[in-house]
């Protein structure tokens, strides 16, 4: 078979495609990235839970950052953008055309702080998660109890990242 | 010298990303933890992207974004509202989506976007383009994706949309793979494993050229040298038998049965990426399809288990392998397994050599017996899972019965009212349900008609075993699984029938035996007369 052969070219092309082809599939290509099936889920389902390797990349990478960002954006109950320039000082309201968000310091526990979400539309489909992020960092995200009359309440560690996100003005939310 | 390192390693940092995508893709899990994708989908994906013939499954893509977004357009939550992309699950989620948006028709097994000439995939082809889209999102980012596909969502996108966006995700990968994807490396092996062949080949040409002679020749004569890395048998085996399946393939792609596109020159040198992709195809086609009904049963259905799928491994169930070079199939089953077990000794502690097959031994006839029965076996639960199937009413019963009982009279199933006795479609489909609901309502009789004694037979297969999914009452998705398993597992007994009775019969295997045994016995003596040769070569 002569070396100029079309059969020949073709075939010994194919076993280099082929070789390439393994060798980016080859486990050496340790996983670096979350994977966007791992960020649908993120976004959508309450009960799953990133494990904590996937947590630490998602937070360091800026492409999935912006991925979720935009996976949030779709389909999202509420949106709420981050105050005006001029806010200043802790947040307690925040207010769409959707929901209303109010944050209360707990009179029980020192430390701690109620996040309460009233639904402007009683007959809406509740949303199940909310998402916090402050400019620059990572999601936060929390499952939302049960809604009851358009109504949910959940009580947060006033100094954990999700209760300093919300009082924070630059930060956005999203209720899905 | 610095500048040739320096390009290894730009290239090896432009090849991570890439590898990074598609080990994303391929690392993707379930809701139960197993992979979303299954392993053939992944090389699928990669060879796409390696062969740049990724057009027209762009193309696909982009029509079967049109009728994912059937609902309220958010495609998303069909392609990862499923846990796993398997055709039966896109399947389920396309089904629950029926008569939802006008010019998207969802059938049994595809669904038709029906704008222009109308556009149709079947639901085996949805894991890959799945796959493929979730790739785009790795390599492109999602917000760009959604940009390029957003016309795709709304009522009413056509078929000038789809084409629309199928080419702007054309134009993003190929400038992305500009600049991740590296040159291909020219694989030596077999470029010096075909340079042999040449000089042996005669007037033989093409892959005719390569036969068993060639095959052990070449292995004797390379195995100590430094000049290719040829020690093994098996991977001397392996070169063969891959080279077969990429000239085989690559002559009949060329062989002018199809229309070539405008615009490749092969005189030039060019390759078409679809003729590539066709040929490096033909690599796993070559597996047979054991490959597919492991990927289709997963851990769920076990029509095979681990020995057997390990003992059939050894058969090349495509086409070409075991009719050109039959004898060097079971020299690697015997031989090649026996260098491996040598050199794996010799490397723990010094073994000497033992244990080798003498010429006395009918050890190639007893390799050929094993393959016999595990085969008998897998038609076993084959018919096991013809019982499970007609208990649950799954039309795949019926292409069960008509491969396991060929001898059948089933024309006792039709209608005796003359319905069918005409030529009306309409009527024969009438009389097609009439037979299979009869079918179904038949019972088990090992002394009743031919169909009630083989459903008889099915029942006492299915008591025999005890293997996942065929005891007790199946789940419904054991069902679904055994369902999509059945053409699967007909294919693999056809084709291992095929590559014993046709392909490995006839040989005269008591002089192979006889000669072979000396002649290997003597090579491992050579190749490996001390234990510290043995360690510095590994086998």
Sequence with gaps: MPADDPIRK???????????????????????????????????????????????????????????AHLLANGAFAHIPRQAAAASGAVERRETEKAVLVLTPSRAGAGEVYLSIELRDASARPPSQLFARKTGEAWQRLALPVFSDAQTQVLLDADAALARALADPETEVYLR | MSTALENLTLEEGK?????????????????????????????????????????KPLLELSHLLVAASARDGRYEDLFWGVSRASAGEFRRSFMALAGMRDGIVIGTNAVTHEDGDGFQISYTRMPFLAALLEFMIMTLGYPAVDDMTGELRRPGAGEEKALAAARALQRSLYAYLKEHLPPVQRQRRERHFLGFVDMRAG????????????????WKAYAASDEIEARTFRAVYDTARRLISVIDAAEERLSGSYAKPIGTDHEAGEVDPADLDVVV??????????????DTCGEQVKFVNQIEAETLSELPLGEATARRIPVSVLRNAVFGAAQLRLSTALRRGGAPIGGLPVATDPFYRARLDTYATVIETTEKMALAALWSLHRARRPEAVVLALELAPDIDWGKLMPVNGDDDNDDGAVVSLAAAAALKQFFESGPNAKGDEVAAL??????????????????DPDADEIDVMAAAARDVLRLISAVRRTLDRDLHGVDWPTFEAG?????TEMFKALYESGKEAENHAG
């Design chain 2, 281 to 294: 195809c033909a690599l796993d086609d070559d597996e047979g399809p054991l490959a597919q009904l492991l």
């Design chain 2, 203 to 218: 007037n033989r040409t093409g892959a005719d050229a390569i036969n068993d002679e060639v095959v052990l020749s070449y």
């Design chain 1, 10 to 68: 073709l075939a010994l092309a194919a076993l280099d495609a082929d070789a390439q082809a393994r060798a980016l599939l080859s486990p050496e290509g340790a996983r670096a990235r979350v994977s966007f099936s791992d960020l649908y889920r993120y976004a959508n389902d309450p009960g799953f839970v990133l494990a904590p390797e996937l947590g630490a990349r998602l937070a360091v990478d800026d492409a999935a950052q912006a991925d979720l």
């Design chain 2, 516 to 520: 072979d045994a000396v002649a290997f």
């Design chain 2, 15 to 55: 090849s991570e990303v890439l590898r990074a995508a598609l080990a994303c893709v391929a690392e993707s899990s379930s809701a139960d933890g197993g992979p979303r994708y299954s392993e053939k989908v992944c090389r699928e994906l990669a060879r796409s992207i390696v062969c740049r013939s990724y057009a």
């Design chain 2, 455 to 472: 459903l008889a037979d099915a029942r006492t297969a299915w008591r025999g075993v005890n293997r996942n999914g065929f005891r007790g």
